[in-house]
């Protein structure tokens, strides 16, 4: 069964700096991985995704992720870190299985991002 | 503006009331879901439609049953909920496609539930 972690529930970052969000993930076929934000009182939003090619995936509002294959992980990044970018992050992943099925998408807990003045 | 919308946004019900929320995407999407959202818990898919049929249940109680007339439209009917039922719901559209491509989901504002 796929799954995903995100073992942190808060990041704590001052503005400025650089920012990191875990998530790990957990598939027995090919992995499709997302990142979500969600700021209060509004739905997901959709930040970036991973179907394969390039480990490095760009997204919106200057974030990024880094897909690694050997350590099942997809950890989302930003080099300077805004106040805006306060808000909950979710990371999922949709299995592909060979047959080229989908299954559905499975969320992490999320990690709620705190960013400083 | 995400293309999804939801109303109402926010919404107060006793255990004996019946209400509908009503979900539309603007998108053109063939997919629609239902997810439900507790506090530190994580997202729970509800159900899931493709092309008009319900193709995911999982294992959803019976008090809440989900219609999609069209694919554009998503409702979700409410029956002696129970207050653990409180939570933020949330609709997402998506265009499914065969031959492997995944697409994002787009998600809705959500309706606040509160169940007394």
């Known amino acids: 069964a796929q799954s995903v972690a995100q073992p942190e529930d808060q990041v704590n970052v001052a503005e400025g700096n650089p920012l990191t969000v875990k998530c790990t993930y957990s598939?027995?076929?090919?992995?499709?991985l997302f990142w979500y934000v969600q700021y209060p009182n509004r739905g997901l939003q959709f930040l970036l995704k991973?179907?394969?090619?390039?480990?490095l995936v760009k997204g919106s509002y200057g974030f990024e992720a880094e897909f690694n294959k050997s350590q099942t992980s997809f950890h989302l990044k930003k080099p300077s870190a805004l106040v805006s970018d306060s808000a909950l992050y979710f990371c999922a992943v949709r299995e592909v299985n060979y047959g080229g099925s989908q299954g559905n998408l499975i969320f992490g807990k999320g990690t709620k991002l705190s960013v400083k003045p | 503006e995400t293309g999804v919308t939801q109303t109402p946004r926010h919404l107060v019900m006793g255990m004996t009331n019946k209400k509908s929320l009503k979900c539309e995407q603007h998108l053109g999407h063939n997919a629609m879901y239902w997810y439900k959202q507790s506090a530190k818990k994580p997202l729970e898919l509800m159900f899931v439609?493709?092309?008009?049929?319900?193709?995911e249940n999982n294992s959803v109680p019976s008090r809440f049953s989900p219609e999609c007339p069209n694919s554009s439209h998503l409702f979700l009917h409410l029956h002696t909920l129970q207050p653990e039922d409180s939570a933020l719901y949330l609709c997402a559209s998506s265009q499914d496609t065969t031959g492997g491509r995944v697409n994002e989901q787009f998600f809705g504002p959500g309706t606040r539930l509160t169940v007394l």
């Open positions: 991973y179907i394969t090619g390039d480990n």
């Open positions: 439609y493709s092309l008009e049929e319900r193709v």
């Open positions: 598939v027995s076929g090919n992995p499709y």
